[in-house]
RNA sequence: GGCCCAGUAGCUCAGUUGGAUAGAGCGCUUGCCUCCGGAGCAAGAGGUCGCAGGUUCGAAUCCUGCCUGGGUCACCA
């Protein structure tokens, strides 16, 4: 519909260029709803766009244009000129009803295209180390990350998605050695530190407690579950582990079950993942080593003070980075290196890195890095994302990663189940911060909580189909359902609120913003629910038969889009509530 | 202090490749209505788009400076 009348401008802008002399292209028009409803179906900008090119007024423009528009071959009943030169067209007669059969048709694929021609796309998010249950921070990352991905797949991409970690490495050995201190001090031959000093990093820390030796490390893992995995290894082994290092048989037992617990919680999210990438690889095939030596070669490491640096600032950055410490262990850089040069050996069209705005800092010096080593850096993207601040009863919630006082996203799944969680994470843009109202995510009330809303709104459509199954009355054909009695003012705004799902699915993927669909959803649900809900005005199911197939109809146009866009943010599309 | 993100209605937020009178939900006021499914419909109040300049036919949107909040500035990941 829109593609047909923006044709129709095209060819009228072409013939005013040729006839000014002007050989030059047609450039970009705008053609949008407006929000005026008195503005017409469509108001294009052209005049406006060609008003300095053509050294003419814009307002003598568009009315040059509306005068060549004509009828566009039967589908405008009027283009006029409005404000400083915008031109407002009004379609033909039914050509908005006709429309509706359309998207019946396509089903499931509407609103899908092949916008990536078939690109591939490597989508990576999460990469959380196995060092304690998902937070918020990637519970949200989750969401972002699975959704894009979701939008890129029903977009004409081929999409991988990926999850990163590092099962080496500092934080790891802190881990296994939290769990051993745990260990100890249940058998009794530790003491824990005094629980004011492991709340404050100034606090000084005594060596021993009557008698008792403190081994719990200075930045340990406080959280619960370090003394779960502590308590099992207790019952299994009983004191069989008391010589075992902390960085061996804890660290592998503690992160071995952590990370199982990763992956239950992400399924419980409905996050899955392609790939799972171990930094250890790069270790292993030898990347590291490459990496660094191509490098060298281009003259971007050089030694210091024990410690191999790249020199990023000769890369226009700031300053240089460690690569290899002084103790001979990579920084996480080198791998990540690494790792972004295996995702080009692997081909990818495009890379998306999803990461929390704690990790914003590293993203530039790895793509001036691989950069610098000949990858395409352009085709690295990042998609950054702030943090989760949890409210409940008005009051924000006190979290610290520190003292493991965070709430997990297993603890808030619980509470207020996956598809309310999945929406609440993605309908803000993910830039900025997300304030997630607990108390308005339980709210069972459908009319308040967003999530209940969307899913209502599709319910209702079977909710209508069975009533009028009740009824004797059959579903319309989709293939040949007459549209044409839907005169209403609101049946009208809905239509065209229902075709303008393709051009949000294609903006919200290109810009990588699933949260404008989510937005969307909730504006045509908010057509649909005060629909149905006003049987005075206007009933689905009348004595009128054919009101009530075209009726009919619009329900299974709005079930369409509703079950396709709750698809893209991995919602549940339920037939009953 | 440098860099990044944010600042839009009472609250939570859309809108930011420059377009007409800046929107939604919740909350609030008034009137009507009692519905396929848990109420709905209509009208209304509520805004110096953080502040100040600049760019131009036109700025919430672009540029500069400043204010406020958060993040980040490791031989952590």
Same mark, same amino acid.
């Given at each position: 519909m829109k593609e047909r009348l923006r044709k129709a401008l095209e060819d009228c802008v072409r013939a005013l260029l040729a006839e000014a002399g002007d050989a030059g292209s047609v450039p970009a028009l705008q053609i949008e709803a407006p929000r005026q409803a008195d503005h017409g179906d469509f108001a294009c900008n052209a005049a406006l766009v060609l008003a300095k090119r053509l050294g003419r007024p814009p307002r003598q423009i568009a009315e040059a244009i509306a005068a060549r528009l004509g009828d566009a071959g039967g589908i405008v009943a009027s283009a006029e000129v409005a404000g400083p030169g915008f031109l407002n067209v009004r379609l033909a007669g039914d050509a908005w009803q006709r429309a509706l059969g359309g998207v019946v048709r396509a089903g499931a694929r509407f609103g899908a295209s092949d916008l990536g021609g078939g690109a591939q796309v490597q989508v990576e998010f999460v990469s959380a180390n196995p060092t304690g249950p998902l937070t918020l921070g990637h519970g949200r990352q989750a969401v972002i990350g699975d959704c894009i991905a979701r939008?890129?797949? =029903?977009?004409? !991409?081929?999409?991988? $998605?990926?999850?990163? =970690? @590092?099962?080496?490495g500092r934080q790891m050995r802190v881990l296994g050695e939290s769990v051993k201190a745990r260990y100890l001090e249940q058998l009794g031959r530790a003491a824990p530190p005094p629980l004011d000093a492991l709340a404050d990093a100034e606090r000084p820390w005594p060596d021993a407690i009557d008698g008792l030796p403190v081994v719990f490390p200075r930045d340990g893992y406080q959280g619960e579950y370090v003394a779960e995995i502590a308590a099992g290894l207790v019952a299994e082994h009983g004191a069989a582990l008391v010589d075992e290092p902390g960085d061996g048989a804890f660290r592998e037992v503690a992160q071995a079950r952590i990370f199982r617990e990763i992956e239950a919680t992400l399924v419980a999210l409905g996050v899955r993942f392609d790939v799972y990438t171990n930094e250890k690889t790069f270790y292993e095939d030898g990347s590291l080593e490459r990496a660094l030596a191509d490098l060298r070669a281009k003259d971007l490491v050089y030694d210091a003070d024990g410690a191999v640096w790249l020199r990023a600032t000769s890369l226009g950055l700031e300053r240089d980075r460690v690569l290899v410490k002084s103790s001979g262990e990579p920084t996480y850089l080198l791998p990540d290196l690494a790792y972004h040069r295996d995702k080009f050996r692997r081909g990818f069209d495009r890379i998306i890195d999803v990461q929390g705005a704690d990790h914003i800092e590293q993203f530039p010096f790895v793509r001036a890095a691989i950069g610098a080593l000949g990858c395409d850096a352009g085709r690295v993207e990042l998609v950054m994302h702030q943090f989760v601040t949890l409210t409940r009863g008005g009051q924000q919630v006190k979290?610290?990663?520190? $003292? +493991?006082?965070? /709430?997990?996203?297993?603890?808030?799944?619980?509470?207020?189940?996956?598809? /309310? =969680? $999945? =929406?609440?994470?993605?309908? $803000?843009?993910?830039?900025? !911060?997300?304030?997630?109202?607990?108390?308005?995510?339980?709210?069972?009330?459908w009319k308040? @909580?967003? +999530?209940?809303?969307?899913?209502? +709104? !599709?319910?209702r459509t079977h909710g209508i189909e069975r009533k009028a199954r009740e009824q004797g009355v059959a579903m319309p054909d989709p293939a040949s359902f007459d549209a044409a009695p839907l005169a209403l003012e609101e049946e009208l705004e809905l239509i065209k609120k229902l075709l303008e799902f393709p051009d949000v699915v294609a903006a919200a993927a290109q810009a990588r913003e699933p949260h404008h669909v989510a937005y969307y959803l909730r504006e045509v649900a908010g057509l649909w629910n005060p629909y149905v809900q006003d049987g005075v005005r206007h009933r689905v199911l009348s004595e009128d038969a054919a009101l009530t197939a075209a009726r009919l109809g619009l329900a299974l146009g709005v079930r369409t889009v509703l079950a396709n866009g709750l698809a893209l943010l991995g919602l549940a599309a339920p037939e009953r509530m």
């Open positions: 939008l890129l797949d =029903f977009t004409g !991409h081929s999409v991988t $998605r990926e999850y990163y =970690f @590092n099962d080496g979290q610290s990663t520190r $003292r +493991a006082t965070y /709430v997990t996203v297993d603890e808030l799944l619980e509470e207020v189940g996956a598809d /309310v =969680f $999945r =929406f609440f994470m993605v309908q $803000r843009k993910a830039d900025g !911060h997300l304030d997630f109202d607990v108390d308005l995510a339980k709210e069972q009330d308040k @909580n967003p +999530a209940y809303y969307v899913q209502y +709104a !599709h319910a």
